[in-house]
């Protein structure tokens, strides 16, 4: 079937292999980054599940590794609520030292000093990157922030790189946390999707081809109306052409886009997830048990209590 679709519609390859969408926007964005990496620091980078912040941040490091003046480390641990300082000095050592047994070094004092002497032996900014850091916790945040004071009088510099969804930003510039967040630098990861629907489109085509032959242009426009994600693009423009080829019609109609559209593809508890808000986490931030969370994101829940949960979900930028 997808080799039928796409030889409907003269589509070369798939979508999803369509390399990283590039426009004046996300290269000043990049050129941003990239400074703020080398300088050292806290460097925050949010956006929605999905919005391509990854593949910005690896396009970002691997020009910094072409220059040769980092070393980027990873924070692998899945678990991160649960991730501690130890682990963040583990994860430093894991990448950086040759002995296979790092234990010696993860005793009191002795990590802080191993970690300054490997930034004078090296001579490099070290980098540690940390996905999903909306999981985060305070205290590692603070410990974060330490840790990045130990190179005031090293040859090299620390930069943590922070990715997540919105509720890291939120996380950040929440009052408890105001010492952390007012000193990273944060950026934010936004795109046009009316822009890159078009422009995936011509990317995965042949040069005779236009967009417009392949869908109409409102059908094009709909989904920076209705998606949010360069993921949910390429899925929903998927589907959409798959069902046109179905019922044998070309180019695609508003109303087939539409019809593929799940109903509740922007409704609250897409949003919160989205926004890396979970269930747990809105039941602690509600004082709620978890089937009044579910009533409410139903639209279920009535009377003063939904009005309450309205304003706390409204505090965190999501409506």
Same mark, same amino acid.
């Given at each position: 079937?997808?080799?039928?679709?796409?030889?409907?519609?003269?589509?070369?390859?798939?979508?999803?292999?369509?390399?990283?969408?590039?426009?004046?926007?996300?290269?000043?964005?990049?050129?941003?980054?990239?400074?703020?990496?080398?300088?050292?620091?806290?460097?925050?980078?949010?956006?929605?599940?999905?919005?391509?912040?990854?593949?910005?941040?690896?396009?970002?490091?691997?020009?910094?590794?072409?220059?040769?003046?980092?070393?980027?480390?990873?924070?692998?641990?899945?678990? @991160? %609520? !649960? #991730? /501690?300082?130890?682990?963040?000095?583990?994860?430093?050592?894991?990448?950086?030292?040759? *002995?296979?047994?790092?234990?010696?070094?993860?005793?009191?004092?002795?990590?802080?000093?191993?970690?300054?002497?490997?930034?004078?032996?090296?001579?490099?900014?070290?980098?540690?990157?940390?996905?999903?850091?909306?999981?985060?916790?305070?205290?590692?945040?603070?410990?974060?922030?330490?840790?990045?004071?130990?190179?005031?009088?090293?040859?090299?510099?620390?930069?943590?790189?922070?990715?997540?969804?919105?509720?890291?930003?939120?996380?950040?510039?929440?009052?408890?946390?105001?010492?952390?967040?007012?000193?990273?630098?944060?950026?934010?990861?936004?795109?046009?999707?009316?822009?890159?629907?078009?422009?995936?489109? @011509? %990317? !995965? #085509? /042949?040069?005779?081809?236009?967009?417009?032959?392949?869908?109409?242009?409102?059908?094009? *426009?709909?989904?920076?109306?209705?998606?949010?994600?360069?993921?949910?693009?390429?899925?929903?423009?998927?589907?959409?052409?798959?069902?046109?080829?179905?019922?044998?019609?070309?180019?695609?109609?508003?109303?087939?886009?539409?019809?593929?559209?799940?109903?509740?593809?922007?409704?609250?508890?897409?949003?919160?997830?989205?926004?890396?808000?979970?269930?747990?986490?809105?039941?602690?931030?509600?004082?709620?048990?978890?089937?009044?969370?579910?009533?409410?994101?139903?639209?279920?829940?009535?009377?003063?209590?939904?009005?309450?949960?309205?304003?706390?979900?409204?505090?965190?930028?999501?409506?």
């Amino acid at each position: 079937m997808e080799v039928d679709v796409m030889n409907h519609f003269g589509i070369l390859k798939r979508f999803s292999d369509v390399p990283y969408f590039e426009n004046e926007k996300s290269k000043k964005l990049m050129d941003d980054l990239h400074f703020s990496i080398r300088l050292g620091g806290i460097v925050v980078v949010t956006g929605l599940s999905c919005s391509g912040k990854t593949t910005l941040l690896d396009k970002t490091l691997k020009k910094l590794q072409e220059e040769k003046n980092i070393i980027v480390c990873r924070s692998l641990s899945t678990e @991160k %609520q !649960a #991730v /501690s300082i130890p682990l963040i000095f583990s994860a430093f050592f894991s990448d950086l030292v040759k *002995e296979k047994n790092i234990g010696s070094y993860m005793k009191a004092e002795k990590k802080e000093r191993k970690l300054i002497e490997l930034l004078n032996k090296h001579k490099k900014n070290l980098v540690l990157l940390i996905d999903d850091a909306h999981e985060l916790n305070t205290q590692t945040f603070i410990g974060l922030k330490k840790i990045r004071e130990l190179d005031k009088d090293t040859e090299g510099k620390i930069t943590f790189i922070l990715v997540g969804q919105p509720k890291l930003s939120n996380e950040l510039n929440h009052p408890k946390n105001e010492e952390i967040g007012a000193r990273s630098h944060m950026f934010s990861v936004l795109e046009n999707k009316a822009k890159y629907c078009e422009w995936i489109i @011509k %990317q !995965a #085509v /042949s040069e005779n081809i236009k967009p417009k032959d392949i869908l109409n242009q409102d059908a094009i *426009e709909l989904p920076g109306e209705s998606l949010l994600t360069p993921l949910q693009v390429i899925k929903y423009l998927s589907s959409s052409l798959q069902k046109a080829y179905m019922i044998g019609v070309k180019p695609v109609t508003k109303e087939i886009v539409q019809s593929v559209l799940v109903p509740e593809i922007n409704g609250l508890d897409a949003k919160l997830a989205r926004n890396g808000y979970t269930n747990r986490y809105l039941c602690d931030l509600l004082n709620s048990k978890n089937n009044e969370l579910r009533l409410f994101l139903k639209g279920q829940l009535v009377g003063s209590k939904a009005q309450e949960f309205n304003q706390e979900i409204l505090k965190l930028g999501i409506s």
